[in-house]
Structures are given as C-alpha cells and as structure tokens.
C-alpha cells in the first residue's frame, strides 16, 4: 500500500489568490491523480499527473485554472488559480498500486473561499 | 462514459443489524472495483478491492460481491457498529481512473 500527505489540510482564501497544494507518496509511482470533491458531492477528476509529461485534464477542467505539477515520482502539486467560492472544496491526491492497480487517496485538502 | 449509481442513498440502522449497500455501473469492461469509506471532511480508506475476474472479497465484518455482467456490486457489513457510521463509496476502475457513485451515508445507532 502507499501512503500519502497532504499540505495544507485545510486553507481559508480570499477570492482572486491562489493556493498550491502539495502531495507526498512514501514510495515511486507512474501516475498521480488530483480528484475535487464539492459539498455534498462525490468525487471528480481533474487531472491525471504523469512524471516528466504535461498533466491530463478531464473536461471541464483547463490547466490555466488548475495547473500541476510532477517534478519526481513521488511528488505533486496542483494549484487552484483566481479562486472563487465556486472553488470550495476537497481536494484529494491519489495514486495506483503498480501492482493489484488499486487506489489510495490522501487525507485531502480542505479549501474554502471567502 | 461509466456512470455508478448507488443505493440506498442514506441508511440508518441499530447497532448490531446486518446490511447491504448496493451500486450498479453502466459499462461492465472494468478490470477491477473499489469500496471505499469516507469519514465527514476526510480523504477516503480503501476497503476492498475486487479484480474483475473474481466475484467476492471478504475482510472482516466486510463482504464485496462482484457480477460484472450486470454491473452490480454489494457490500455487506455483518453485526454493524456504531463505528461503522460513514460515507461508502464503490467505483469502478476500467482505461480511465475510477468514476464514483455518490456514496450511501450509513448511520448506526447505539
């Protein structure tokens, strides 16, 4: 199994700033994956996080908005840009197991915009 | 698109019943699916996993059935516990990363 942090846990923000929020995985894995919850709602992907390739974005989501990083592979950032209480949400890491292919989530990121 | 539905949407049982947690998916070419359990504001705690040529997994209290057919899958919690009291979530993985039903909210009560 992986295990995954977080930072921040959870962020207050002004609308128009931004946030960078970061993802760690105690071992090396191909594929990283930022997913949004909204209030009171399941779970959506924004992106799809390759080590050494730009990002891929699901629709609706546009790397202007919401562009990530994967500088090694262990480590991942995305950045939620020109917030607005809209962008209220958890904000969840996640990887696949190589192996069996199964998924491990991180703690998330709590965002709320004022 | 895969899309999962999940049923009932909310449950409230007393401690100690045995329940069942139902999701249905429209495209049955996955090669494996989750249960997950999310806690109120956190991340999500992988319960079990099923591969798609296997029909059930079982980890404790927890049963995961699997008929990829007719794109169904169960989740069965024997002698529920107050602990028990959570968001579940299935999803199926297929050439895309999981889609997710909207989960049912179980509340067991002492």
């Known amino acids: 199994s992986a295990v995954i942090s977080q930072k921040p846990s959870r962020d207050i923000c002004q609308r128009g700033t931004s946030l960078t929020i970061q993802c760690q995985v105690d071992?090396?894995?191909?594929?990283m994956f930022w997913y949004r919850q909204q209030p009171g709602q399941s779970l959506t992907l924004i992106a799809t996080a390759n080590q050494g390739s730009e990002a891929t974005y699901e629709s609706g989501f546009v790397i202007d908005k919401f562009p990530i990083s994967r500088p090694n592979l262990t480590f991942s950032t995305l950045t939620v840009s020109n917030m607005s209480p809209e962008d209220s949400s958890i904000y969840l890491c996640?990887?696949?197991?190589?192996?069996?292919?199964?998924?491990?989530f991180g703690p998330g990121t709590r965002l709320t915009v004022t | 698109k895969q899309e999962v539905t999940q049923i009932p949407a909310a449950l409230s049982v007393p401690e100690g019943e045995n329940l069942v947690l139902n999701c249905s998916f429209t495209d049955s070419a996955i090669y494996n699916l989750q249960w997950f359990r999310q806690d109120p504001g956190k991340g999500l705690t992988s319960l079990l996993l099923?591969?798609?040529?296997?029909r059930e997994q079982t980890s404790g209290r927890l049963n995961a059935s699997l008929d990829k057919s007719s794109g169904r899958s169960t989740l069965y919690i024997a002698a529920s516990q107050p602990g028990d009291s959570a968001t579940y979530l299935c999803?199926?993985?297929?050439?895309?990363?999981?889609?997710f039903g909207k989960g049912t909210r179980l509340s067991v009560i002492a």
């Open positions: 071992s090396q894995v191909t594929m």
């Open positions: 996640s990887v696949t197991d190589r192996g069996n292919y199964e998924q491990y």
């Open positions: 999803a199926p993985s297929g050439n895309t990363p999981l889609v």
């Open positions: 099923i591969q798609s040529s296997q």
